[in-house]
């Protein structure tokens, strides 16, 4: 069983996809850094600066004693998060759609496949036809 654990490890589709796993990690920085420091900015300038991220509707207040001390936490619907994480989904799917689409331009065309000639039945066909006149 160690030999066949040995084998599976050190075979080419477990080595390609750990390279896979670590390139996609360090991808995913990569668009991250973009979104947060380039294209959030942006987003942040045309919609006035705000942050959605501290909007919510408050279903209940806290509740405080005498000490100052929160006895019961708020309750609320965190809206503004959600959506800045779908503006961040959106974003992030629309570099990663520029990325994809730059790298196949970069790749050949592939070749049409050359025109195939008459079948082996149309051939004896035609002497077929030949012969009777």
Not at 7 to 20: K, Q, R, W
């Amino acid at each position: 069983m160690l030999k066949e654990f040995k084998e599976f490890i050190t075979g080419g589709n477990v080595i390609e996809f750990a390279v896979a796993v670590i390139m996609a990690g360090a991808i995913g920085g990569v668009v991250k850094g973009f979104v947060d420091n380039i294209v959030m900015p942006v987003v942040g300038y045309f919609t006035g600066g705000s942050d959605f991220s501290d909007k919510k509707v408050i279903l209940s207040e806290a509740v405080v004693d005498a000490a100052g001390a929160v006895t019961t936490p708020e309750n609320a619907i965190m809206w503004g998060s959600w959506v800045n994480a779908i503006i961040n989904l959106l974003i992030v799917g629309l570099v990663m759609f520029i990325i994809v689409k730059a790298y196949n331009k970069t790749k050949a065309p592939a070749e049409e496949p050359a025109p195939a000639g008459p079948s082996e039945l149309d051939i004896l066909t035609e002497i077929r036809d030949a012969l009777k006149k």
